[in-house]
């Protein structure tokens, strides 16, 4: 069975830049689904960003312009770049491929 981990969460200032990794230990392919959602304490889990097939983009009206997901599949490892971070990007984000799911990577925009 494929394990996921995500890194690269942390505390960062308005403004900054983060980038999300989610390391597969196994193979996963282009044709898989697989993206990044995110839930802020007290809300329901939010998709963020996700791949909807080999060729299909889709992200969160609420990060469109400011996060961009990317995969190397050859290093079986996906990526969330998020620029110009806001409070409320504040959460835990989450990466899945296919029906597995990762732990989770805290991410906190604060000044």
């Known amino acids: 069975q494929v394990r996921l981990v995500e890194s690269g969460g942390g505390l960062v200032q308005p403004g900054g830049s983060l980038r999300l990794s989610c390391a597969a230990s196994?193979?996963?392919?282009?044709?898989?689904?697989m993206g990044w959602y995110r839930q802020a304490p007290g809300k329901q889990r939010e998709l963020v960003a996700a791949?909807?097939?080999?060729?299909?983009?889709s992200y969160s009206d609420s990060v469109k312009g400011r996060f961009t997901i990317s995969r190397d599949i050859a290093k079986n490892t996906m990526y969330l770049q998020m620029n110009s971070l806001k409070p409320e990007d504040t959460a835990v984000y989450y990466c899945?491929?296919?029906?597995?799911w990762g732990q989770g990577t805290q991410v906190t925009v604060s000044s």
């Open positions: 196994g193979l996963i392919s282009s044709i898989y689904p």
């Open positions: 899945y491929v296919l029906k597995m």
């Open positions: 791949f909807t097939s080999s060729s299909t983009i």
